[in-house]
Nanobody
Framework: QVQLVESGGGLVQAGGSLRLSCTVSGRTFSTYAMGWFRQAPGKEREFVAAISRSGDDTNYADSVKGRFTISRDNGKNTLYLQMSSLKPEDTAVYYC???????????????WGQGTQVTVSS
């Protein structure tokens, strides 16, 4: 019933910017804490950024602080990840995640998207 669909991935040069989107359908978007995770080739999936149900509280992995910004539009049922100053080490498949009636997805998620590829060239 709950579906998460990511978009906006692609190829970008180091130092460039990219904006990812995640549309959510099936249930009331505002009841879910949301976030982004990523998985690089040969590595485990890691936390990137999280946002509360209202959008007032956010937190980030140390590796992306100051470069990435997470936001949400509850009226459009959409989650965003604005990425700037991209580095080759940011190359990964990025996944949208949701957790029902929770403050954060850092402790686990109930639903996951299929992922979108982000490739940063040096």
């Amino acid at each position: 019933q709950v579906q998460l669909v990511e978009s906006g991935g692609g190829l970008v040069q180091a130092g460039g910017s990219l904006r990812l989107s995640c549309t959510v359908s099936g249930r009331t978007f505002s009841t879910y804490a949301m976030g982004w995770f990523r998985q690089a080739p040969g590595k485990e999936r890691e936390f990137v950024a999280a946002i509360s149900r209202s959008g007032d509280d956010t937190n980030y992995a140390d590796s992306v602080k100051g470069r990435f910004t997470i936001s949400r539009d509850n009226g459009k049922n959409t989650l965003y990840l604005q990425m700037s100053s991209l580095k080759p080490e940011d190359t990964a498949v990025y996944y949208c995640a949701a957790r029902w009636l929770s403050t954060t997805v850092r402790n686990g998620a109930d639903y996951w998207g299929q992922g979108t590829q982000v490739t940063v060239s040096s």
